[in-house]
């Protein structure tokens, strides 16, 4: 549970970023070339539909939370860095959807596939599919375009965020150390991505390795924007160290909960992309690996059935991991993780600000509560929302 008045504070943080995340856009809009060209307006402006989709920002109040609770005084000055490390999440979310092949985010067209089908009408699809050997991997030219597209748009946003982590009001030196942090985690963002996806539909690694790929992807995110609050913030190394460990922890435990949200049709997961989006790609995820290890025999065929096959039915793979006690010891996972970000906390020296972590410890509460998981979404705006011509 979190205390009272955490809530609106929370939703006090979330209007902050939003409007700093406007303002990199927008800036970053007026610096950018042909801004009025039919493709490059729709991949320039499509993040402004990202900032107006609602959204609890993780990551940017992650960074406030953070500065503050190493000492930073200055509120408005680390603002553009949350923004730009919630615009960085945000290159992250539409290179997933390519490599997961998702077509849909709460209820809107994914970046990709809405390009995919912008570039349809004078791009057909072949009638025919592409003959084993003639070199091509896409199903047709649209599908083609509009993954480059969308990769084009992570990529200038990603560059967005670069940017307003330099011209933020730091000492040099500082600013220096959060954009090579930030570099050396890019390399391990997709460190993570490969072994995501070198495990996808094939053989599913034991929990521990499956946890280890969390880390390296949702935790390490959640971790860098952290240490960039505390670089920022002139925090002691034991400071940084802390809100880092808090942080990662925080965001193991979410992406837990979400692999436990995933069965579920009422949560935030489940509305906004369906049930079992992870079990149809055979993911890699700790519920997974517990199921395999901890199911009868019986269960565990049909878990091999599905992940060599997807023979069977998505019921009957839930009905497994239910039955195998998976989803009871990954919400105790769950558990123990909230207990970890929390400690995190209290080792370190000098002491984090008092204020900030009673603050920090509601966020890591909150994000794993149901009040978080089973609100009702408001539907994502159309990538296009803001195009132009």
């Known amino acids: 549970m979190t205390r009272p008045g955490f809530e609106p504070f929370l939703d006090g943080m979330i209007a902050e970023v939003n409007t700093a995340m406007r303002r990199v856009l927008v ?62 999440h945000h290159h992250t979310l539409v290179h997933d959807d390519i490599f997961d092949e998702d077509g849909e985010r709460r209820g ?28 091509r991997v896409f199903l047709g030219t649209a599908e083609r375009l509009g993954s480059i597209a969308g990769l084009l748009q992570g990529n200038m946003v990603r560059a967005f965020a670069y940017d307003a982590i330099c011209g933020a009001p730091f000492p040099a030196e500082r600013a220096l150390e959060a954009i090579r942090a930030l570099n050396w985690h890019d390399v391990h963002l997709n ?55 808090w942080a990662t922890a925080t965001a193991i435990a979410y992406q837990l909960k979400d692999d436990l949200e995933d069965l579920e049709e009422e949560s935030e997961k489940g509305q906004g992309r369906g049930v079992g989006t992870d079990l149809r790609t055979c993911k890699p995820t700790f519920i997974l690996g517990l199921a395999l290890r901890q199911a009868s025999p019986a269960g565990r065929r049909v878990l091999e059935d599905w992940i060599r096959g997807r023979a069977g039915d998505m019921r009957s793979v839930i009905a497994v991991l239910k039955e195998s006690g998976a989803t009871r010891a990954c919400g105790a996972k ?56």
Not at 65 to 85: D, M, N, Q, T, Y
Not at 121 to 134: C, L, T
Not at 211 to 237: F, N, P, Q, Y
């Open 27 to 88: 800036s970053s809009l007026e610096r950018s070339l042909e801004v009025d060209h039919p493709v490059l307006s729709r991949i320039y402006r499509g993040p402004l539909a990202y900032v107006e989709s609602g959204g609890k920002r993780l990551h940017g109040g992650i960074v406030v939370l953070a500065f503050g609770a190493v000492g930073g005084k200055r509120r408005e000055a680390i603002l553009p860095v949350a923004a730009a490390l919630q615009l960085y």
């Open 108 to 135: 809107a067209p994914s970046v990709h596939r809405a390009f995919a089908d912008w570039f349809a009408p004078s791009h057909p699809r072949p009638a025919a599919p592409p003959e084993p050997g003639d070199g």
């Open 191 to 245: 460190a993570g991505q490969a072994k995501d996806v070198f495990h996808e539909g094939g053989e599913i690694p034991d929990p521990d390795e499956c946890l280890d790929i969390a880390r390296m992807k949702t935790g390490a995110l959640c971790g860098i924007a952290a240490e960039l609050g505390g670089v920022l913030g002139g925090g002691s190394r034991s400071q940084v160290r802390a809100v880092v460990d």
């Open 334 to 389: 769950v558990e123990a993780l909230v207990d970890e970000a929390t400690d995190a906390l209290q080792r370190t020296a000098p002491a984090l600000e008092s204020e900030h972590v009673a603050r920090m410890g509601d966020f890591t509460r909150y994000f794993v509560s149901d009040a978080y998981w089973k609100r009702q979404l408001v539907p994502a705006r159309h990538p296009f929302a803001h195009e132009v011509g």
